[in-house]
């Protein structure tokens, strides 16, 4: 019996929808990284992401004007998005970014599309989905890639001006993450449509967390289908399948909504009992029965990699901003709590984690505008960069305390924080994505043979066992290379190589490339002690997965700082964060995946082949926390690059923390003058800042013109601190009626 026999009998077989998702997409500078040897080259080669003239126009133009008539507090007290924001949407097509322009459509790049996004999330998570989605895996997607020249031509301009608007429906009550469970089903049959007899589907289905389904007018549907009476052929099950039906077709049902965490996004339920459909209804007409999981998974590459990222860096940007600004005009025992260690612990973790998040962001859509869609590198941005959104929210609320938890106009970060389990949950729930998907894919399809191996593994072709060897001896050539190579940068570190011109990036991309030298190893004795019960291995194969996944984050951010940074000097303190947080968790990512390797001698191999004998990891020091956490309270070109999404429009919460955040800035020089002047001859009683201000003026400590100047800034941090009030029945109160009530009391004392 042959080896390939032998392994046949062992390996379990692929399903059809395994297989249609693991040759979906393309591969990219991922299958570098899982072969040892990150190409620094191709990424450095990379053209630049930039907005085109158009893109700019758009932005300068109709997003900030969307901007100026969102008020998401509003919107979150309400049952529906303003209607005429949803016209707005349509008339200036927002629906309409990925359709080419010669079907009425936008046609922005991947970049436009996230900053657009994004641009929006960071002030509405409602009206932000409610714009991706229909650029992202939808009816618009795959009308332009399978749909006939009829379908594109009717539904194409209708979608781009807005006068339709889609959903697609994909998950069942049954099946979720299981797509291809789905129990939704249709019967090749004929009926009547038109006024005529015509061969057709009898589709009944049940549909649920379908975005924008109680509003939309046309409905993508995925549904399975069978042929009992044979009538295109001998097969019975002809597999999943996608259609367009609108929604005034007799017997689809639209309109009931979820509430999802009260974010008003329009989210909710479709279904139809026996409803016929002719096969001009099918995206692609009758040819494409069947095809239809195909035609999703190869689609999903790219929308993954864009909308949910896309709001993770949005979530991450508000609240680093709002943070660092309100870090820095809080005080608390005569200090800014941007001061106090244990704040500034978690200032840098948010400040370095918003870089990353960025340089993440710009480099995946740098991607995909090259055309490709890959599948792997899209999996880790919606993973991680959900995450991390998630990891930043958390320890920005833990900073602004009682201010982040009252909801109200002036909260940055409540609507944010609600709608965060959201990006985590749709397109791929992230357990599945990180445990499943990342390496289980990035593994078929990084390794030079192992996918030609699968395959001839499981062919019935007569010359199957000759191509066989052939394959397995370049791969036993493959992993000797990759254990040498481990081995010697693992012990030798002369032999880590870096390309940079760089002296701070020079020693992180030598730890990089001695990290992923080692995954390699480990990847390959994996797959040879565990073979097929490596994908059930979740924990292990996810670790795998985590240290692609943080390298190639480390990637990215040395791309970022090396090509895109205006102030390297400034940016520095977040770079160093970020790449040495992201090596750090790749690297304790190797430990725990060695320590938890079930085959002892395997587990001292690779503890050989990677020099990991111990569980302790190169970590962050405080030195570096201090400095990133001052950094970040500063007022510089650093910072706003990383926080360009935010726009603070008139009167909303971001504009009051920034006007302080400058106010301050402006004025510290005075401060300090007071501060001074105040330990010298205590103003008794103090009462207030305003009091004491006027005593200090009166002596002539500070003149009319600073007193101005400081009493601007009193009235701006007064602001910025406040949070909001109502009275007993919950009716919000302005800002101004709260803060007078107080000038007042201290008057009054």
Same mark, same amino acid.
């Given at each position: 019996? #042959?080896?390939?026999? #032998?392994?046949?009998?062992?390996?379990?077989?692929?399903?059809?929808?395994?297989? %249609?998702?693991?040759?979906?997409?393309?591969v990219w500078i991922e299958s570098s990284i899982y072969q040892g040897k990150p190409d620094m080259q191709a990424l450095r080669d990379i053209p630049q992401a930039k907005l085109s003239a158009e893109e700019q126009a758009f932005m300068d133009g109709p997003v900030t004007e969307l901007l100026g008539m969102i008020d998401e507090y509003e919107i979150s007290n309400e049952k529906h998005i303003p209607q005429h924001i949803l016209d707005f949407l349509g008339k200036n097509r927002f629906f309409s970014m990925i359709i080419p322009k010669k079907f009425g459509g936008l046609e922005f790049s991947p970049y436009a599309n996230s900053t657009i996004v994004a641009t929006i999330a960071a002030k509405s998570g409602a009206i932000a989905v409610t714009v991706m989605v229909p650029n992202s895996l939808g009816p618009g997607e795959l009308l332009m890639h399978y749909g006939t020249s009829e379908q594109q031509d009717y539904w194409l301009p209708r979608l781009a001006d807005g006068r339709d608007i889609p959903c697609f429906a994909l998950t069942s009550p049954e099946a979720g993450s299981d797509a291809g469970a789905i129990p939704d089903a249709a019967i090749v049959t004929k009926g009547e449509y038109?006024?005529?007899?015509?061969?057709?589907?009898?589709?009944?289905?049940?549909?649920?967390?379908?975005?924008?389904?109680?509003?939309?007018?046309?409905? @993508?549907?995925?549904?399975?289908?069978?042929?009992?009476?044979? *009538?295109?052929?001998?097969?019975? %099950?002809?597999?999943?399948?996608?259609?367009? *039906?609108?929604?005034?077709?007799?017997?689809v049902e639209l309109g009931n909504r979820h509430d999802p965490m009260g974010v008003r996004f329009y989210n909710g339920t479709t279904?139809?009992?026996?409803?016929?459909?002719?096969?001009?209804?099918?995206?692609?007409?009758?040819?494409?029965?069947?095809?239809?999981?195909?035609?999703?998974?190869?689609?999903? @590459?790219?929308?993954?990699?864009?909308?949910?990222?896309?709001?993770?860096?949005?979530?991450?940007?508000?609240?680093?901003?709002?943070?660092?600004?309100?870090?820095?005009?809080?005080?608390?025992?005569?200090?800014?709590?941007?001061?106090?260690?244990?704040?500034?612990?978690k200032m840098a973790d948010i400040a370095g984690k918003t870089f990353l998040l960025e340089a993440m962001r710009v480099l995946t859509t740098e991607g995909l505008g090259l055309g490709v869609k890959p599948s792997v590198v899209t999996a880790i941005a919606k993973y991680h960069m959900t995450e991390l959104g998630r990891d930043v929210m958390n320890s920005a609320m833990d900073i602004q305390a009682g201010k982040a938890i009252q909801r109200g106009p002036q909260n940055t970060l409540s609507e944010g924080y609600s709608a965060l389990p959201i990006a985590i949950t749709v397109e791929g729930a992230n357990i599945l994505t990180r445990n499943l998907m990342i390496f289980g894919q990035g593994a078929m399809r990084c390794?030079?043979? *192992?996918? %030609?191996?699968?395959?001839?593994?499981?062919?019935?072709?007569?010359?199957?066992?000759?191509?066989?060897?052939?394959?397995?001896?370049?791969?036993?050539?493959?992993?000797?290379?990759n254990a040498f190579r481990s081995f010697g940068k693992s012990y030798l570190p002369f032999l880590r190589g870096s390309e940079s011109s760089l002296p701070e990036v020079v020693k992180h991309e030598k730890r990089l490339n001695s990290i992923a030298a080692k995954l390699a190893p480990l990847a390959d004795l994996s797959l040879a002690v565990l073979g097929g019960d490596l994908k059930k291995a979740e924990l292990l194969s996810a670790r795998l997965g985590d240290v692609m996944s943080y390298l190639y984050g480390a990637m990215a951010a040395i791309r970022f700082y090396e090509q895109r940074v205006e102030d390297r000097k400034l940016a520095q303190p977040y770079f160093e964060y970020a790449i040495q947080w992201s090596l750090q968790q790749a690297d304790q990512a190797i430990v725990n995946f060695i320590n938890n390797f079930p085959n002892t001698a395997t587990r001292g191999l690779m503890r050989l082949l990677t020099n990991t004998y111990s569980n302790s990891v190169k970590g962050i020091s405080d030195k570096l926390v201090t400095e990133l956490a001052a950094a970040a309270m500063q007022d510089n070109s650093a910072k706003d690059q990383i926080t360009h999404l935010v726009r603070p429009m008139n009167g909303d919460g971001n504009e009051i923390n920034e006007q302080a955040f400058k106010a301050k800035h402006a004025v510290k020089h005075l401060l300090g003058k007071v501060q001074k002047a105040l330990r010298k001859e205590p103003v008794i009683?103090?009462?207030?800042?305003?009091?004491?201000?006027?005593?200090?003026? %009166?002596?002539?400590?500070?003149?009319?013109?600073?007193?101005?100047?400081?009493?601007?800034?009193?009235?701006?941090?007064?602001?910025?601190?406040?949070?909001?009030?109502?009275?007993?029945?919950?009716?919000? *109160?302005?800002?101004?009626?709260?803060?007078?009530?107080?000038?007042?009391?201290?008057?009054?004392?």
């Open positions: 019996m #042959s080896i390939r026999t #032998s392994l046949k009998k062992v390996l379990p077989p692929i399903s059809v929808t395994e297989q %249609e998702a693991l040759d979906a997409g393309d038109n006024g005529e007899e015509v061969l057709g589907l009898r589709v009944s289905w049940d549909k649920r967390y379908i975005t924008l389904a109680p509003i939309a007018t046309v409905l @993508g549907l995925a549904f399975k289908v069978f042929d009992p009476d044979q *009538l295109l052929g001998d097969k019975l %099950e002809l597999g999943i399948t996608c259609a367009l *039906l609108p929604k005034s077709h007799p017997g279904r139809g009992q026996d409803v016929f459909i002719p096969m001009e209804f099918i995206i692609g007409g009758q040819k494409n029965i069947g095809r239809g999981w195909q035609m999703l998974v190869s689609c999903l @590459g790219a929308g993954r990699g864009i909308s949910l990222p896309a709001m993770g860096v949005a979530t991450a940007q508000s609240a680093f901003k709002s943070t660092a600004e309100y870090s820095f005009v809080r005080e608390q025992f005569g200090l800014p709590i941007g001061r106090f260690e244990g704040i500034q612990e390794h030079p043979y *192992l996918k %030609e191996m699968v395959d001839l593994i499981h062919s019935n072709d007569s010359s199957a066992d000759k191509e066989f060897n052939k394959v397995l001896r370049k791969t036993v050539g493959f992993s000797v290379n009683p103090f009462i207030s800042f305003e009091n004491a201000l006027n005593k200090l003026l %009166e002596k002539g400590v500070v003149t009319e013109q600073e007193a101005a100047q400081l009493t601007d800034y009193n009235e701006k941090r007064k602001l910025a601190v406040r949070v909001d009030e109502y009275t007993f029945d919950m009716e919000i *109160l302005p800002a101004s009626e709260t803060l007078k009530a107080v000038s007042s009391n201290k008057n009054a004392a």
